[in-house]
């Protein structure tokens, strides 16, 4: 059943997240899509023959990762959107230090450009150090956390944006606002 659960997420994921369009599915400007057009369009696949909106909903609710969210009939991705056009997202304030875990070979270009959101549409920063190593481990087998200094970004007139508990957005965060986490550092704070 888990395993089942995992690639439901990531199908619905792939539908919601990067190519509705295959799945015939109308996404609104915030991202949010009518269940029952998800399901349908799902059920095309065998795999998926018999998935009910209930399966759906258990999927989200169960989840350990917060990638989906469920209001009434309609779901969406909370975040990692590479459509062609930007999902409205919700201002916030984030605690005052974010991380972002990145291949340590294109750490010498972000300290010079800032992060940049490359091929979404924004910037995914972490609330602690573990998300943003596992984060940068699907990238690299050698991972750098850099620290996002967000006070003083947001000082700066970044705009952070609210991805989910664990999940910060912005378009851009500038380099002055970033530093290399010590190795040392990382190891304590997995601890």
């Given at each position: 059943m888990a395993a089942r659960r995992v690639a439901l997420s990531r199908a619905v994921?792939?539908?919601?997240?990067?190519?509705?369009?295959?799945?015939?599915?109308e996404v609104d400007d915030e991202g949010w899509?009518?269940?029952?057009?998800l399901v349908e369009a799902l059920r095309r696949d065998r795999q998926w023959r018999g998935l009910t909106a209930a399966e759906v909903d258990?999927?989200?609710?169960?989840?350990?990762?917060?990638?989906?969210?469920?209001l009434g009939d309609r779901i969406r991705a909370l975040y990692g959107h590479s459509?062609?056009?930007?999902?409205?997202?919700?201002?916030?304030?984030?605690?005052?230090?974010?991380?972002?875990?990145?291949?340590?070979?294109a750490v010498p270009t972000i300290l010079s450009t800032g992060l940049l959101p490359m091929a979404r549409q924004y910037v995914h920063l972490s609330a602690d150090v573990a998300t943003a190593l596992a984060v940068g481990g699907r990238k690299s087998e050698q991972v750098t956390v850099l620290v996002i200094d967000a006070a003083a970004a947001r000082a700066g007139d970044v705009v952070f944006l609210?991805?989910?508990?664990?999940?910060?957005?912005?378009?851009?965060?500038p380099?002055?606002?970033?530093?290399v986490k010590e190795s040392s550092d990382v190891a304590r704070d997995e601890s």
């Open positions: 994921s792939h539908a919601l997240r990067h190519e509705p369009w295959l799945y015939e599915i899509a009518p269940i029952g057009d258990e999927m989200v609710r169960s989840a350990t990762k917060q990638r989906h969210e469920v459509l062609p056009y930007r999902i409205a997202k919700t201002p916030g304030v984030p605690l005052d230090v974010l991380f972002h875990g990145t291949a340590t070979e609210r991805g989910n508990e664990q999940v910060w957005l912005a378009e851009h965060v380099a002055p606002y970033l530093r």
